[in-house]
């Protein structure tokens, strides 16, 4: 049986496993079994929660939203983050996005942290795709998850820390660095300071 066969016979807690249930399971399994192959190789795994309703949900793809793939359907804020830093970095080639739980918990509008029991169910799936892979956790509850180092999770004001945690595991990528107003003081300060404290 393959990886996507096993994950479409999953029963994760009462998730939704939308690679089985739905009228777009067919599309979402081949848009998955495309991922996995183009990916074969990438070094690292990044791994999420679980699915978001707005995102992996609707277009099988973790941190991806419809929208990414196709020009419709919903946007995705963590999707669109996660994306635009790995394009960024010039990582998008070298990292699998997969999540402890690979499939949705919640309704077709919301999402709900997953259940212990469901990540413990999701979890031979992530360690499967973690092998001769080096593992980076999105938030807390992933790297609990995953027994990983973790990068804050980009919601709620923490996009910079994302990418800067990214930069951290990723020496690979570009070091890109966003100045703000803070750093050009910083850096004024210390261009002031003498050399040699007496």
Same mark, same amino acid.
């Given at each position: 049986?393959?990886?996507?066969?096993?994950?479409?016979?999953?029963?994760?807690?009462?998730?939704?496993?939308?690679?089985?249930?739905?009228?777009?399971?067919?599309?979402?399994?081949?848009?998955?079994?495309?991922?996995?192959?183009?990916?074969?190789?990438?070094?690292?795994?990044?791994?999420?929660?679980?699915?978001?309703?707005?995102?992996?949900?609707?277009?099988?793809?973790?941190?991806?939203?419809?929208?990414?793939?196709? /020009?419709?359907?919903? +946007? *995705? @804020?963590? %999707?669109?983050?996660?994306? =635009?830093?790995? $394009?960024?970095? #010039?990582? !998008?080639?070298?990292?699998?996005?997969?999540?402890?739980?690979?499939?949705?918990?919640?309704?077709?509008?919301?999402?709900?942290?997953?259940?212990?029991?469901?990540?413990?169910?999701?979890?031979?799936?992530?360690?499967?795709?973690?092998?001769?892979?080096?593992?980076?956790?999105? /938030?807390?509850?992933? +790297? *609990? @998850?995953? %027994?990983?180092?973790?990068? =804050?999770?980009? $919601?709620?004001? #923490?996009? !910079?820390?994302?990418?800067?945690?990214?930069?951290?595991?990723?020496?690979?990528?570009?070091?890109?660095?966003?100045?703000?107003?803070?750093?050009?003081?910083?850096?004024?300060?210390?261009?002031?300071?003498?050399?040699?404290?007496?």
């Amino acid at each position: 049986m393959s990886f996507v066969e096993e994950l479409v016979a999953a029963e994760i807690g009462t998730t939704f496993n939308f690679y089985r249930e739905g009228p777009r399971a067919a599309l979402l399994r081949r848009r998955l079994e495309v991922y996995l192959t183009a990916r074969q190789h990438a070094r690292f795994l990044l791994v999420g929660e679980a699915p978001g309703y707005r995102g992996a949900r609707i277009s099988g793809l973790p941190f991806t939203s419809e929208r990414q793939l196709s /020009g419709n359907g919903p +946007a *995705e @804020a963590t %999707a669109t983050i996660v994306r =635009r830093a790995l $394009s960024e970095l #010039g990582l !998008e080639e070298d990292v699998l996005c997969w999540n402890a739980v690979p499939t949705h918990p919640g309704s077709a509008t919301s999402n709900r942290r997953p259940t212990a029991a469901e990540i413990a169910a999701g979890l031979p799936f992530a360690g499967t795709l973690a092998r001769r892979r080096t593992v980076i956790a999105v /938030g807390r509850v992933a +790297a *609990e @998850a995953m %027994a990983a180092p973790y990068v =804050r999770h980009p $919601s709620h004001g #923490g996009v !910079e820390a994302f990418r800067d945690g990214l930069l951290r595991f990723a020496s690979g990528g570009r070091p890109v660095r966003r100045f703000h107003a803070k750093d050009l003081e910083r850096k004024a300060r210390r261009d002031r300071a003498p050399l040699v404290r007496g």
